[in-house]
């Protein structure tokens, strides 16, 4: 048995905060020794309901964390045959390594003039020459959004190649997120 478990609430349960679990003796050391702690504002009550009920979501529903991982499943086929390169991730974050920081924020910009929200991660936050797209899905997104995303990327992936490309702005539709939740 682990002597602590400590959590965070903000990707898999949609919320924010973290936890730590213990032993009594464990968790009243920390209440009264831990200064940061101590100056903590507590978690407001919509948020401690909102993430009770992700947990009971976690719970009941494996279809969304299968849907999840066939999405994810299905883009990284799809990037492979698109020749873009995809750093190892099976988490619902995919990170499409660019390299040029340049490059990264124009396949950004482009991806956005289609009504396609996916950011650039560029240094300090990465090593320099590692810049990438962080694209992230959630099981509110469905396989035609996927495949829009995809032919997002292919077209910024050629635009950033070459100045002067067609009007990116062409088909566009309702805003799609690619970061975590649909807009």
Known sequence: QLPVLVGTLGKAFGTSGAFVAGSDALIETLIQFARTYIYTTSMPPAVASATRTSLLLLQEQNWRREHLQSLIQYFRKGCEQLGLQLMPSDTPIQPLL??????????????????????????????????????????????????????????????????????????????????????
Do not use: Y
């Open 98 to 183: 660019v390299g040029c920081e340049k490059r990264a924020v124009k396949m950004s910009e482009l991806l956005s003039e289609r009504g396609i929200m996916v950011t650039a991660i560029r240094p300090p936050t990465v090593p320099k020459g590692s810049s990438r797209l962080r694209i992230t899905f959630s099981a509110s997104h469905e396989l035609h959004h996927v495949d829009r995303l995809l032919d997002g990327l292919k077209i910024a992936a050629q635009s950033v190649g070459a100045e002067g490309s067609s009007d990116a702005t062409a088909g566009l539709k309702e805003p799609l997120s690619m970061t975590g939740a649909l807009s």
